[in-house]
């Protein structure tokens, strides 16, 4: 369990002092975080901000379990208080109504029913037992707060286009264009993917719209269509919400199979016209169109989301567009541009990164801190991840208070919950130590035993051994014997990590 400690409420990290005006010292928050009642109470609270002096307490028996909440209070900050109201949930606390508030660094309160009471309890800050941990001397060091050498960005997956990349910001949409060409008239299949909403024209007729908020994967979408003989025009539209941004396309017959004698270019002009290019055919790239020409960012002041989805700029329009090529078999890597900070911390910045170190069986441990972002909600909190081998997620978000889901703090994203959610309030430091095994293959190549992975999150295993089936959301699609980097996400939100080892196993 975490080891527990009387903290100031503007307590952030584990024994690391900041100066004022440090990167690290962002917003902070004395009400937030855990409480915790004086020796002999059975009573604990988790603090949760909520942005513009709006506040909720969780009461729990005890911290670090699936236990139900007693009572869940909602607060509001006034005259340099916090003062709460709710009513509990469960067990003989059930329909009690409760009072309480939070001044002078103490949180006291009351409850009224049939089994009436009071409490008092004070700031705590429960560190992991992990941090800090030294790395052995077979260590490989990824990251000890002195540079970024051992990391690089790259260009990805080459199905993907990551607009993140490419443009950057919130709240704004581009377009992609490519030309097909088929021989003959005949029905297909788009096999479409887009973080967020998306919308497709096949030679100037819209085939499909879909405004939704999710992770680009292949062949989230599938839309039947008809290609005509000759040279076909794709356009699609991709609006970008919060965090990630891109899209990814297929094309395929209705069956699914791959239509080998279509080819695809971004070699042609604003007309239309393709230039000299007799384009890539679909068989040598299992169906994925890798070749595109965008245009944007397109953003409209004070408008997101739906709002921007319906409206229409130059390319949909026919107008005059700015238009770049991308070509995304090319996977250059590049020197990682994460912000060193002090002291000894990386930010995340410009895209994902991956080590430049690979491995197969091995051991882990890294440290990392959420920002305070009351005002966010969900997957716009905090959000980031770290991939395994370049295939597994587990997910980092402020889910601080929340019920533990495979998409919240230390699940393993869309395979497994935690077994209990660990995670600490934004600001500070917490640490996953991974013990994961790769999958096994034959002599000739096939798959005998799949990965396993052990979690800790800040010194309480959530994930024991745990097969892993299959990669998560966003993971390589390869599978196979070779070894492969640690992937830490860049999601547009600012994560800190730090303290970065691997020691591999035999």
Known sequence: MLVFAIASPVSLAA????EQ????????????????????????????????GAYQANILS??????????????????????????????????????AEISDNAFTGSFTGKTPGSFKMAHVERLSPTLGAKPPEDAVILFDGTHTDEWEHT???????????????????????????????????????????????????????????????PGDDKVKVHLKAGWNDLLLKIVQISGGWGAVAEVHRPDGEVMGDIRFTNDFDSTGKPGNSEGVPLSDTEGFVFQWQASGPYLVEGKGGSDLFEAAFAPEKGGEADWKPLDLA??????????????????????????????????????????????AREQARANS?????????IQILDSYGLEGLDNECGGLYTVANPRVNMCAPPLQWQTYDIEYHAPK??????????????????????????????????????????????????HGDPVWYRNIWVQELN
């Not at 912000?339 to 895209?351: N, S, T």
């Not at 991840?385 to 997620?393: I, K």
């Not at 990669?471 to 992937?487: A, H, I, M, V, W």
Request: hydrophobic content about 35%; aromatic content about 8%.
């Open 330 to 375: 090319d996977k250059t890597s590049e020197p990682c541009r994460w912000l060193i900070l002090e002291p000894g911390v990386m930010e995340v910045r410009q895209g994902s990164i991956l080590s430049k170190k690979k491995f197969r069986d091995h051991r882990i441990h890294l440290e990392f801190r959420l920002p305070f972002m009351p005002e």
């Open 62 to 99: 005890r911290f670090d379990t699936r236990e139900p909440v007693l009572a869940v209070l909602a607060g509001k900050l006034a005259e340099g208080k916090v003062v709460f109201e709710g009513k509990g949930e469960m067990g003989a606390l059930e329909g009690t109504a409760w009072r």
């Open 21 to 52: 005006g440090s990167p690290l010292q962002r917003a902070s928050d004395s009400y937030m975080g855990d409480w915790q009642g004086a020796k002999g109470s059975s009573l604990c609270a988790q603090v949760i901000a909520l942005g513009g």
């Open 155 to 217: 260009k990805g997956d080459p199905r993907t286009v990551n607009f993140g990349r490419v443009y950057g910001g919130n709240d704004r949409l581009a377009y992609l264009r490519t030309l097909l060409w088929s021989p003959e008239d005949r029905e297909a299949a788009l096999w479409l993917g887009s973080d967020d909403g998306i919308k497709a024209w096949l030679n100037g007729t819209q085939v499909h719209a879909f405004m939704t908020t999710r992770g680009t994967e």
């Open 441 to 490: 293959f034959s002599s000739k190549g096939a798959l005998v035993e799949n990965a396993r992975i052990t979690v800790d999150h800040n010194g309480v295993r959530i994930h024991d051994n745990f097969e892993l089936p299959e990669r998560t959301p966003g993971g390589t699609t390869l599978n196979d014997n070779e070894p492969r980097g640690l992937q830490l996400q860049d």
């Open 385 to 393: 991840g770290v991939y395994v081998q370049e295939r597994y997620e």
């Open 15 to 18: 024994g690391l002092p900041l």
